[in-house]
């Protein structure tokens, strides 16, 4: 980053602002080089106000949730990253059908319990997701026949171009695992979301998420990873394809193909961004090879690469919470 930029910055944010902060220490997969700066926002309105301000200097930015599904550079991120922590959560019991406001920046795990707590249904599949609201709301997260879009009311959305505005289903135009969000060019970030629920029988909600714990902790491998890797292709398990291909188990570096689920990448110790983005592209061109399917990454590769595979290119945009 210029001199110049990074003293306006400073003039701008003063004490607030961090620099050449490790990225590493903001991901699950818990690999990443540095970000010239960084912010840390503790509501949704104070993530709006640091964005505008980012956007009005013409910096480059990324905004961040809990780092699930991204891998970010070993050379790390230029311009400013602003790690979003705002987890504000309001249950509104007086409406028809009870609604929840939730911040993007809060997890769902912690949505999924609070709702449970209060016997509300709809949810229940919130509880085992690691991700934030507005990871799940730009890519249509889900699980156990369920996804974000079958409870979404509304998202509260900053565009660059057009401004704070609220985005319905129908605007968002969800597909699986994606939005017009994770499609479109423009700028934009999610700011909070409003889910509809229904009344329940608070001992089996509970019971339904105690069985998702299990169902995930049975089929998925511990330890840091970004999730999921790739999307399931229709009619297919994007896990079974590389299982199949002969992978399950690869090793490059610090980082595997889980022997317990080859749609999953785990970092050993002292895996590099270079060793995962390898097993990807092995993976994915092994299976193309075998079985002319071209997997597609559910996970996002951000930051400063010497060269990103084609597949792995997203739009330069600051349009996610992750």
């Given at each position: 980053m210029r001199k110049e930029v990074l003293e306006t910055l400073r003039s701008v944010f003063g004490s607030d602002l961090q620099e050449s902060v490790q990225m590493a220490n903001f991901t699950t997969m818990n690999v990443g080089g540095p970000a010239d700066a960084l912010l840390i926002a503790h509501s949704a309105d104070q993530l709006a106000d640091m964005i505008a301000k980012v956007w009005a200097m013409d910096v480059p930015l990324k905004v961040l949730g809990s780092g699930s599904n991204l891998l970010i550079s070993d050379k790390g991120i230029r311009g400013v990253v602003i790690i979003n922590h705002a987890h504000n959560i309001k249950i509104n019991t007086r409406s028809q059908p009870v609604t929840v406001w939730a911040e993007s920046g809060a997890l769902m795990i912690n949505l999924g319990r609070q709702l449970a707590l209060?016997?509300?249904?709809?949810?229940?599949?919130?509880?085992?997701?690691?991700?934030?609201?507005?990871?799940?709301?730009?890519?249509?997260?889900?699980?156990?026949?369920?996804?974000?879009?079958?409870?979404?009311?509304?998202?509260?959305?900053?565009?660059?171009?057009?401004?704070?505005?609220?985005?319905?289903?129908?605007?968002?135009?969800?597909?699986?695992?994606?939005?017009?969000?994770?499609?479109?060019?423009?700028?934009?970030?999610?700011l909070s979301a409003t889910f509809e629920l229904s009344g329940g029988d608070a001992q089996k909600i509970k019971a339904d998420i105690d069985s998702y714990r299990e169902r995930r902790s049975r089929n998925q491998p511990p330890g840091a990873s970004m999730g999921s890797v790739f999307r399931n292709p229709p009619n297919d398990k994007a896990g079974r394809l590389i299982e199949a291909v002969g992978l399950k188990g690869k090793r490059i570096g610090g980082a595997v193909i889980s022997p317990k689920h080859a749609n999953f990448i785990i970092n050993e110790g002292g895996a590099r961004a270079k060793d995962i983005l390898d097993l990807l592209v092995l993976a994915r061109e092994s299976v193309e090879k075998q079985f002319n399917i071209a997997l597609i990454p559910e996970i996002e590769a951000i930051g400063d690469w010497d060269h990103l595979p084609e597949f792995l290119q997203t739009k330069p945009a600051s349009k996610a919470v992750k």
């Open positions: 209060r016997g509300l249904s709809g949810m229940e599949w919130a509880a085992t997701i690691p991700g934030t609201v507005g990871g799940a709301v730009y890519g249509n997260a889900g699980a156990f026949g369920r996804e974000t879009c079958s409870s979404l009311v509304k998202a509260d959305v900053l565009h660059r171009v057009s401004g704070r505005s609220d985005w319905t289903c129908e605007q968002l135009q969800y597909s699986y695992r994606a939005s017009l969000l994770k499609r479109e060019t423009e700028e934009a970030v999610i």
